[in-house]
């Protein structure tokens, strides 16, 4: 049962244009989301979350949207630079109850020169 | 930077073998973990540790054990290795408990299962 899901394996997107990693969560309970990122052979390094008291949250390039009624979050990076061609993950989890994250299936971006 | 580092990077194993995998981190930190990345899986969790001595069960228990006796180092143990534990095994730290961010992921052991 995934309740994390990325429906998008992959994505390639123009240097300089914006990527929009996609999210969807089934556990109504989830309140904290967050984004990972990840190069191959290294382990992920976390970049962005929110709370679901909040619908956006932005760092840098980078910034999460969070729809708590479609139970969907989003990813967006403006402007996209070849180093963001990684792997990325969501997570969820209950901060109530201290749970633990749930990781989604990875979603792999390319961003073309 | 706090810093996680794993025994192995590559590793092969045979089939029933015990196999260990080593942890360290160097921040002080009282949460550890283990996952396992799989193509179109995800990250899932095996095993995580909120103190020494301490251990819960994550999603994907079977057939692995854990051993923290000091704070700094987590160990994951396949009792007798299988081909379904080919993976990519990740450790991770941090001060927050088991839903907060994780600030750190060791590099990963990639193991084989022949």
């Known amino acids: 049962d995934q309740q994390v899901k990325q429906n998008s394996p992959s994505l390639s997107v123009q240097e300089g244009r914006i990527s929009i990693l996609n999210c969807d969560y089934t556990n109504s309970m989830f309140d904290y989301f967050l984004w990972y990122k990840k190069y191959p052979a290294e382990g992920p390094t976390f970049l962005i979350s929110?709370?679901?008291?909040?619908d956006k949250n932005e760092d840098g390039r980078f910034t999460v949207f969070l729809n708590k009624s479609a139970k969907h979050l989003s990813l967006h990076i403006v402007p996209s630079q070849p180093g963001d061609s990684a792997v990325y993950f969501c997570?969820?989890?209950?901060?109530?109850?201290?749970?633990?994250?749930?990781f989604g299936t990875g979603t792999r971006l390319t961003i073309i020169p | 930077d706090v810093k996680v580092t794993q025994s192995s990077r590559y590793l092969v194993k045979r089939t029933g073998e015990k196999v260990f995998l080593e942890c360290v981190q160097d921040m002080d930190h009282e949460n550890m973990f283990w996952y396992r990345q799989d193509p179109g899986l995800g990250l899932r969790l095996i095993y995580f540790?909120?103190?020494?001595?301490?251990?819960e069960k994550g999603d994907i228990p079977e057939g692995y054990s854990v051993s923290r006796e000091k704070k700094e180092r987590f160990s994951l143990i396949l009792e007798s290795a299988s081909t379904n534990q080919t993976s990519m095994y990740l450790c991770?730290?941090?001060?927050?408990?088991?839903?907060?961010?994780?600030?750190?992921f060791g590099p990963g052991t990639r193991l084989t299962v022949t």
């Open positions: 991770a730290s941090s001060l927050q408990g088991a839903g907060g961010p994780i600030e750190a």
């Open positions: 540790s909120y103190d020494v001595k301490m251990k």
């Open positions: 997570a969820a989890s209950r901060l109530r109850g201290n749970e633990k994250l749930t």
């Open positions: 929110i709370s679901s008291i909040k």
